[in-house]
């Protein structure tokens, strides 16, 4: 009988085939859970949770890939996998694999930026990042228990560093991005060391580790493969069909670029030669002119008219004639250059316990379409002791669905429109332009700050109640009910100071009355 030192080589050798052949099957789109599926049945185990964070088959580093992409795939099996085992290992529920899921999105965004030029504006790559957001937004909706409190909140901070995509220098470096991510995370994470701190509790303190080395790791990988900003290829193809090809393998896409690299090869080739005719090659047009001749003395110049001096425009005999002189072509006017948006984060609509409020961040009307197919963004108000916060937000319309709320501030926002019922203390707008804002049942008060172009609809409970505070603004109205119509009028921004008994009186200016 062999003995088990005999058997380990023939051991280790079956587990490197079983894993090639895994990966085989990966490559080739075969379900890996029914194969497992029948494994098991067979009697042979199978570590279901590791199949699940294996990458997919579009996934997988080939020899096309950049050095980017196969850097990626290393930090991925170094640090993130090490992560989410240790969240499984803590019963986590599905935080293991819906973490794997969020940096398998952010590959999918670092390849495409392989195989595609860099587009005008970075902000073209925000419709490429679904895969990310709905993993975070899986996160969000995540109950766990009580005592994963700090970690889940560990999780949410470091996950913030996905938004790095979307850096770019001068604005916003990604690295040192990524670096204040560790800080915020950490915030947390030094909780749960605290409380473990001696205690003889498995996998508490690595998950601590394992996250902040993730964090160090991508931030080094960054640094060294993507340090200004998202890196593309500058012979690649454009975004929207670098996305519509990545199904193909890198080696195919290679081979595309090889053969446009050789069709644009030949085509100059083709200019060449035809310059070289226009260019006064003379003694080969006479040849060629010499071949074509026939017997009787014709050729392809029989029968042209010589053209004298006086019928050469160029020459100063010209007088005019048939052919009038050359006109100069205008200039096309140079295209305008389209403005520059701003970056925007990821898109957030969630309910945050600590200060019991609403927050609605970095929607515009794509990310809002993912909540509705008109695009309307709603918030459901179950106590009136919450808040609401709308912040970076372009071009959306938000109704707040409930009968009273504690207060509504709208911050550094752009062509947003908000509906709601009451609010008990006031609505504020700050560092916007061209909002509307329409209150069905009573706002007290409406602070306006930093503004330019503000429109309020009032209902008729709130005309005699409301009153408006502004400073900094401009272009303001507020709009009231009159019988079966509705009557605007614009908020004073002039006004006349006087001075009275030694102190100052301010009058609303005469353009207004």
Request: charged share 25%.
């Amino acid at each position: 009988m062999a003995s088990k030192a005999n058997l380990d080589p023939l051991r280790n050798f079956l587990d490197a085939v079983v894993t090639r052949i895994e990966n085989l099957e990966a490559h080739c789109g075969i379900d890996g859970k029914a194969v497992a599926g029948k494994a098991a049945e067979g009697g042979v185990k199978h570590h279901e949770t590791a199949l699940e964070k294996t990458p997919s088959a579009r996934h997988i580093s080939g020899d096309g890939e950049s050095p980017a992409v196969k850097a990626f795939d290393k930090f991925i099996t170094q640090s993130v996998y090490p992560l989410a085992d240790t969240c499984d290992d803590l019963n986590m529920g599905d935080m293991g694999k819906l973490l794997v899921d969020c940096f398998d999105g952010m590959r999918y965004v670092i390849v495409l930026a392989s195989r595609s030029k860099k587009p005008g504006n970075i902000s073209e790559i925000a419709g490429h990042l679904k895969p990310i957001t709905e993993s975070v937004a899986k996160i969000r909706s995540l109950r766990l228990a009580r005592e994963f409190d700090s970690h889940y909140k560990a999780i949410m901070e470091m996950l913030s560093c996905m938004s790095w995509v979307t850096c770019e220098a001068p604005s916003q470096l990604p690295a040192p991005f990524v670096k204040e991510c560790i800080g915020s995370s950490e915030f947390w994470s030094n909780r749960i060391r605290k409380e473990f701190k001696g205690k003889d509790v498995p996998y508490q303190i690595e998950f601590c580790d394992n996250m902040k080395k993730l964090l160090t790791d991508l931030a080094a990988y960054i640094t060294e493969y993507h340090k200004t900003g998202l890196t593309f290829n500058p012979k690649g193809v454009s975004l929207a069909e670098a996305a519509i090809r990545l199904s193909d393998s890198p080696d195919t896409v290679k081979a595309a670029e090889e053969a446009e690299k050789g069709a644009t090869k030949s085509k100059a080739r083709q200019t060449a030669v035809g310059n070289t005719v226009q260019g006064g090659n003379l003694m080969g047009m006479m040849s060629e002119l010499a071949q074509r001749q026939t017997a009787d003395g014709s050729s392809a110049a029989t029968g042209l008219k010589k053209v004298s001096k006086d019928q050469q425009t160029w020459r100063k005999e010209f007088k005019g004639g048939e052919a009038p002189p050359p006109v100069a072509k205008p200039k096309a006017p140079a295209p305008k250059k389209a403005p520059v948006k701003k970056k925007k984060g990821l898109p957030i609509l969630e309910y945050q316990e600590r200060g019991t409020k609403w927050v609605v961040e970095n929607q515009t009307k794509e990310s809002a379409k993912q909540y509705s197919d008109s695009g309307l963004i709603e918030v459901d108000i179950g106590d009136p002791k919450q808040q609401v916060y709308i912040f970076n937000c372009d071009e959306v319309t938000i109704k707040v669905n409930g009968a009273k709320m504690k207060s509504l501030i709208i911050d550094k926002c752009e062509k947003v429109n908000v509906v709601f019922d009451s609010i008990i203390s006031g609505c504020e707008v700050v560092n916007s332009k061209k909002i509307g804002t329409q209150v069905d049942g009573v706002c007290p008060v409406f602070t306006i700050d930093k503004t330019i172009g503000v429109t309020v609809w009032l209902s008729e409970a709130s005309c005699g109640v409301s009153t408006f505070s502004t400073s900094l603004s401009s272009e303001m109205n507020v709009s009231i009910p009159d019988g079966d119509d509705r009557k605007e009028m614009p908020i004073p921004e002039q006004f006349t100071h006087k001075i009275v008994d030694g102190g100052v009186t301010s009058e609303v200016s005469d353009l207004y009355h």
